[in-house]
């Protein structure tokens, strides 16, 4: 790296912001994803107008600059695929307003998820897309990757509380998005082209969320099913039902295993097994919902049926929903966590298929997901280390996208696109509106320098 | 208007699908605000491809192209006001798909909002957005200007409830954006770029609409006060209480007296009135919310608290509530209906400016609106025959989108931008953002023909 520019970074963010110290930069290469690439540098950002001179630096110099949160995508998007520098955003990381009484919290773009639940718990409030990540993941990176988690059927997923941000522009301009208020109508809605945008057309410093008030009360129940068929008429019936879970969740056979073989839960090991939580205010509201459950549940020749009586109770049901992705990450060196996602009707197809993939081309992948709203986790599991095996997870990865496209499903329900869902892109959206991807970012970002090579842009 | 060219349309549309008729150019002219500008031809389209040719010919003839729906729009998006081509998509009116058990509703452009809310009643759902024009505006238009209502509070607008959709593109492209999906952050969100556009980016010719179960359960409650500050403490101290009410409605001395004397309600003639509905599943659950809210009424010194106890009463305070716009407007020639909207605990603030507005320009100025997503109606009385009020009018609109903003709010929570409040886009946004939106117009709209000389686009 050449020592004027060098120079001129530190000029911008002062020395302490600034590493090309190896370690650093082997660490800044990764995210959760299987992708890696070594940046030039890394920087850490404080202020927007620090950005806005990094951006014009970059755009100068034709640096690609990649935005990183707390690197815990699962798709590549942090990874500086094309070298240049890294722009660390962690140490954005105040709170800089809660306003309950407008139902607001405005960040910096590095807190934790989890900082921003714990200062709203004591008010009563949360902000409810809860991804499975947010103890670690910053609130920028949900901006940039939309996320969404368990509570998705009923809460929806960060856009749906994104009413405003601040924006540095690919060519260092600072921009403000939206509105404080809780509605408006004003212009484009230039906000949602960044929520989701993983990075590629602006540098976000800055969000307003809307906060929601914390449900007083939950009920809790499970059942087992022996085959996929009254799995996947339970679930429909559910959403028929005229009651929305609060968490609607679903673990396949193999998952099951795998927590049994990993946990003291016990498990019964059987084709599925479904856990729903409803919420509300009063005791009566969520057991009235819970209910209409039961009553679902009892009619679709289940296993077993349970609903949890105690505080211990519940907390057992959700920890073997929450040990899935761990226990089976370590089951063998490499696993891939997918995230298709398909009409509900199309469930009980997208896990039907998922067993024939794993068949078809021997290779073990373990379901787990959120039925509620469509959105399973394929987890295939391999060794990184075999190219048999890697070639056999190509296969599978190419073979569930296609399956879940042909179900009128979407590559990806809350990781993103980034590297690893770039080849298959075209895939799901038409020609006209790739063009249109592509021609938004040129617009954007004319010289390619934020986060290129990702999201199948440069097609 | 050329022969050939008539000759052009009448060939891609069928001569039932056209016209010249000077009647019908005046109706054309025109939607719900005070601007109207006569178009040379108003077509109907019935497909996507038809839809697709006429944008190309339109390109090629440099002719204005201006969508509409039911034209109930109060700002002027469906005013034609460089002339050119009304498209009429009132007659692309079929619900294509409804899957409860996939939480979608799949509609063409023209299907009336009323229309798709009975297809969803027999089921228990319900599409949420509840604009106030619902029986007679189209998805089409609530698509393009992210319509809103009285529910915004708890269920947000329009945006929210948009999957996917289907466009041709300015240039005659035709693209599919979204999924079936309930979740997908596959790629840009062109989706909720195109949602309240105002027709100006592209022409919207299929929706896939996610769709709610219809909570079972209503409890309703009103309170007057004798000043703003109670009002507002109230407001507050409701949005602190930890409850999201279905409905918190606000209506002014002005608009209280204009509805008793065109009614028989009798409503107390008192500073504030406001309307709170609490919905959910069953009756301990709107109990439990509607108390807290009755609570919050008796700690702010109302002059009056009454909770709705049978059907004909929660009829009556809702009939008073949805009297205001047409009663307000029966008492002079003319009315602006504005719709700006601040953060809650600016509410009071917002009120009082507005009766400072309208001391100060003498010109009565009637208020009532959603005060749960602070989302007020300003409805300004006047006679457009009279240059000096028309005048007042127009000093009381400045001032008022100038207190909105200074308040941390937007030119509109639902009405939208269009021509009237064209003048006033700088106000809200800084200039890098009106960059970016004129950016997005050239770029998808080069030739400027479709809906041109709205929302600020051109300066």
């Known amino acids: 790296m050449d020592e004027k520019l060098e120079q001129?970074?530190?000029?911008?963010?002062?020395?302490?912001?600034?590493?090309?110290?190896?370690?650093?930069?082997?660490?800044?290469?990764?995210?959760a994803s299987e992708h890696s690439h070594r940046p030039l540098c890394a920087v850490f950002a404080e202020t927007a107008e620090q950005i806005a001179d990094i951006m014009k630096l970059a755009n100068l110099e034709k640096i690609p600059v990649t935005p990183r949160g707390a690197g815990?995508?699962?798709?590549?998007?942090?990874?500086?695929?094309?070298?240049?520098?890294?722009?660390?955003?962690s140490r954005m990381n105040r709170i800089l307003k809660i306003s309950i009484e407008d139902r607001l919290a405005v960040v910096q773009p590095g807190v934790i998820y989890a900082t921003l639940e714990k200062a709203l718990a004591p008010k009563g409030f949360f902000f409810p897309p809860d991804p499975a990540s947010g103890k670690v993941s910053t609130l920028g990176g949900n901006v940039a990757t939309n996320a969404g988690g368990l509570k998705g059927a009923k809460y929806g997923t960060t856009r749906d509380y994104v009413?405003?941000?601040?924006?540095?522009?690919?060519?260092?301009?600072?921009?403000?998005?939206?509105?404080?208020?809780?509605?408006?109508?004003?212009?484009?809605?230039?906000?949602?082209?960044?929520?989701?945008?993983?990075?590629?057309?602006?540098?976000?410093?800055e969000i307003t969320f809307k906060i929601n008030p914390r449900p007083t009360a939950t009920s809790t129940a499970l059942a087992t099913f022996d085959n996929l068929e009254d799995t996947g008429n339970a679930i429909n019936q559910i959403m028929h039902s005229g009651v929305i879970p609060s968490a609607l969740e679903i673990l396949g056979r193999e998952t099951i295993a795998a927590i049994n073989?990993?946990?003291?839960?016990?498990?019964?090991?059987?084709?599925?097994?479904?856990?729903?939580?409803?919420?509300?205010?009063?005791?009566?509201?969520?057991?009235f919902q819970i209910q209409k459950v039961l009553g679902i549940f009892e009619a679709n020749h289940p296993r077993e049926v349970k609903q949890a009586k105690t505080e211990a109770e519940v907390k057992n049901l959700w920890a073997a929903r929450k040990s899935a992705y761990p226990v089976l990450s370590r089951i063998?060196?490499?696993?891939?966590?997918?995230?298709?996602?398909?009409?509900?009707?199309?469930?009980?197809?997208?896990?039907?298929?998922?067993?024939?993939?794993?068949?078809?081309?021997?290779?073990?992948?373990?379901?787990?997901?959120?039925?509620?709203?469509?959105?399973?986790?394929?987890?295939?599991?391999?060794?990184?280390y075999d190219p048999v095996q890697v070639e056999k997870k190509e296969k599978a990865i190419r073979d569930l996208f296609e399956l879940a496209i042909g179900l009128d499903g979407t590559l990806t329900g809350e990781h993103g696109i980034g590297l690893s869902k770039a080849p298959f892109m075209t895939l799901e959206h038409d020609p006209v509106a790739m063009d249109m991807m592509r021609t938004l970012k040129k617009t954007f970002d004319p010289n390619n320098i934020l986060n290129p090579g990702k999201m199948a842009l440069e097609g």
Chains 1, 2 share one sequence.
């Open 8 to 31: 001129a970074i530190v000029d911008i963010v002062g020395k302490d912001n600034f590493t090309r110290n190896i370690i650093d930069l082997v660490s800044y290469s990764c995210d």
């Open 72 to 89: 815990t995508g699962l798709s590549g998007m942090a990874v500086p695929i094309r070298s240049g520098m890294v722009l660390d955003l």
């Open 163 to 205: 009413l405003g941000l601040q924006v540095v522009l690919p060519d260092g301009r600072i921009m403000r998005t939206g509105s404080k208020a809780m509605k408006s109508v004003s212009g484009y809605d230039l906000t949602r082209l960044f929520v989701g945008s993983e990075g590629t057309l602006g540098v976000v410093t």
């Open 261 to 287: 073989q990993n946990t003291d839960l016990n498990l019964p090991e059987v084709e599925a097994m479904l856990l729903v939580e409803a919420d509300g205010y009063t005791r009566g509201e969520t057991e």
């Open 332 to 384: 063998k060196p490499s696993t891939v966590l997918e995230d298709v996602t398909v009409p509900m009707t199309h469930i009980a197809e997208l896990l039907k298929g998922v067993q024939d993939i794993s068949k078809r081309h021997d290779i073990p992948i373990a379901t787990f997901g959120h039925a509620g709203d469509g959105n399973l986790h394929p987890q295939i599991l391999y060794d990184e």
